[in-house]
């Protein structure tokens, strides 16, 4: 009895078309067996398609360019920058601060080779930024609902992964032989205030930049879909803003602002000459566990 022959695995057919080897055993059929083999063909196709078009199982959500989720980001990030400015400095004690650092910035500005090198830091940043928002970042990003405590656990996740790797690169390169002379255009500020947070080599500016962007993705592949777009602009705004507090003048040994003032004080510790730890920049946890934190340095000022 001719038994009929048996599909073909699912997973075998993968062209959504037949090769010309395909084409020369289907003309060497027999006529009466070209209409089963076409069923077969074409049967096997559906159930790939509609396996190729089936939801993720397991709760995990597809990677898929969400522009919009990019853009939300965006807005909420600038919006939260600019409200955050303007109320910080309607406090007294962070406004005189803020004079204080302006007034220093200012004669540093003055000096032309610095602003050179100050732009084109800005202008690498932007570069880099506008490439990752533009091609990486909404496949990064969703609005899915999740529990705060979710949103809480991405912040982190993004921020230590971050802090992680700058800590390395930091010791290992820029104090290192490899980037050290890159590095000491930086480490130019032994007592930094505002501005020096931006007196930084390109190609510095651009490996910060790759080390903090590049963790959004990681975090996402470890969470297995997309990160909350709003929790994503909340972990940009802290990695930029304590990127540059750090470098600012503080002298508010009191509170509440004696957290403000331990932060800008380490951070000075380290700029005092190339040798000194303190080589993370949003915690010092990394230090502390590796053995490279170093005492707070204080400043009466600028």
């Not at 522009?67 to 303007?86: D, E, S």
């Not at 992680?164 to 205030?193: D, E, N, W």
């Not at 040994?253 to 957290?259: A, N």
Request: glycine share 4%; aromatic share 10%; hydrophobic share 45%.
């Amino acid at each position: 009895m001719h038994r009929p022959e048996a599909p073909a695995p699912m997973m075998a057919i993968r062209r959504s078309r037949p090769s010309c080897a395909d084409w020369l055993i289907f003309q060497s059929l027999p006529i009466s067996n070209r209409s089963a083999r076409l069923q077969t063909h074409n049967s096997s196709l559906t159930l790939v398609s509609q396996a190729s078009l089936a939801p993720p199982t397991d709760g995990e959500e597809p990677m898929t360019y969400d522009w919009q989720a990019a853009l939300a980001f965006v807005a909420t990030l600038i919006g939260l920058t600019v409200v955050g400015r303007f109320l910080v400095f309607r406090i007294p004690a962070l406004q005189q601060m803020r004079e204080l650092n302006q007034a220093a910035d200012k004669g540093k500005l003055a000096r032309k080779r610095f602003r050179e090198a100050v732009k084109a830091s800005n202008n690498t940043g932007l570069i880099t930024n506008l490439v990752f928002y533009v091609t990486i970042l909404p496949l990064c990003v969703s609005f899915a609902p999740r529990p705060l405590w979710q949103h809480l656990v991405e912040i982190l996740a993004v921020l230590l992964i971050f802090d992680f790797f700058y800590y390395l690169t930091h010791r290992f390169l820029f104090h290192g032989p490899i980037l050290r002379k890159v590095h000491s255009l930086h480490h130019q500020a032994h007592t930094p205030t505002y501005i020096d947070a931006l007196y930084v080599h390109p190609l510095e500016t651009f490996i910060g930049l790759f080390l903090f962007l590049g963790s959004i993705p990681l975090a996402a592949a470890a969470a297995g879909g997309p990160l909350n777009a709003f929790s994503m602009a909340i972990a940009t705004l802290v990695f930029t803003q304590l990127n540059t507090i750090n470098h600012t003048f503080v002298n508010l040994p009191r509170f509440p602002y004696k957290t403000l003032d331990r932060i800008t004080s380490i951070h000075a510790a380290h700029h005092v000459d190339m040798n000194r730890g303190n080589f993370a920049t949003l915690t010092m946890g990394y230090d502390w566990l590796f053995g490279t934190l170093e005492e707070r340095v204080d400043r009466s000022t600028p």
